[in-house]
């Protein structure tokens, strides 16, 4: 059965204090998995996509990496402002064009 | 402006009278879909579109009916609500082509709709 589990499920950090996320998959047939960012009350916005083992995406103290079972979502010296959920998802399997998320890991980043 | 737009974002309904949640997008998407969001079971994909008069079932279709008559729109209705249909709402488009996945993952999300069935 296709799966993704994020964690952890949450990860308080001070500011400036850097970690990463984790999202492991498995499903056959990688065809993408893709990183959102949701903020309380508000629809998830999206933010990586990442197609192959070995590629990294950035965007400003965020920076996503791809190996064969899973991603990274790496965050350096982050601010207050990163406080969010993190999901990740990816397509199912054989050609279906349902995508599947994981429950995310809530981030809060204390001044 | 790009937008996904739903409607209504926050309802309370009773068990059993039918309700239509809109959603409507500007961006000439193919792709769309619902989802819906509870506390521990994080988004869950209820039903999406391929194109107008394409939709197929996601993982929790029970209980929901969509249709796509037109391309820019995708109502969610529950013809008969019952409480374990309380949840977050949320409609997304995509430029998904016909090729998958492998051109874009970005799916653009609504605002979101609150429904609460006593």
């Known amino acids: 059965e296709d799966q993704v589990t994020q964690s952890p499920e949450a990860l308080r950090l001070q500011e400036g204090e850097s970690s990463s996320l984790n999202c492991s998959y498995t499903?056959?047939?990688?065809?993408?998995l893709f990183w959102y960012r949701q903020d309380p009350g508000k629809g998830p916005e999206f933010l990586f996509t990442?197609?192959?083992a070995g590629e990294e995406k950035e965007k400003e103290r965020l920076k996503a990496t791809l190996t064969k079972k899973e991603s990274f979502l790496h965050i350096t010296a982050p601010k207050p402002e990163d406080s969010a959920t993190y999901l990740c998802?990816?397509?199912?399997?054989?050609?279906?064009?349902?995508?599947?998320f994981g429950k995310g890991t809530k981030l809060t980043v204390n001044p | 402006e790009a937008q996904v737009t739903q409607n209504p974002r926050y309802l309370i309904t009773v068990t059993g009278k039918k309700l239509t949640v809109t959603c409507s997008q500007n961006?000439?998407?193919?792709?769309m879909s619902w989802y819906r969001q509870d506390p521990g079971l994080g988004l869950r994909q209820i039903y999406y579109?391929?194109?107008?008069?394409?939709?197929d079932k996601g993982d929790v279709p029970e209980g929901y009916k969509v249709s796509r008559k037109e391309k820019r729109n995708f109502p969610l209705i529950l013809e008969s609500p019952s409480p374990n249909q309380t949840s977050l709402y949320f409609c997304?488009?995509?430029?998904?082509?016909?090729?998958?996945?492998?051109?874009?993952?970005?799916?653009?999300f609504g605002e979101g709709s609150r429904l609460t069935v006593l």
């Open positions: 997304a488009s995509s430029p998904l082509m016909a090729s998958g996945w492998s051109d874009t993952g970005e799916l653009f």
């Open positions: 499903v056959s047939g990688l065809r993408g």
């Open positions: 990442l197609y192959s």
């Open positions: 998802a990816v397509p199912r399997g054989g050609g279906s064009e349902k995508l599947v």
């Open positions: 961006m000439n998407h193919e792709y």
């Open positions: 579109s391929m194109n107008v008069e394409v939709t």
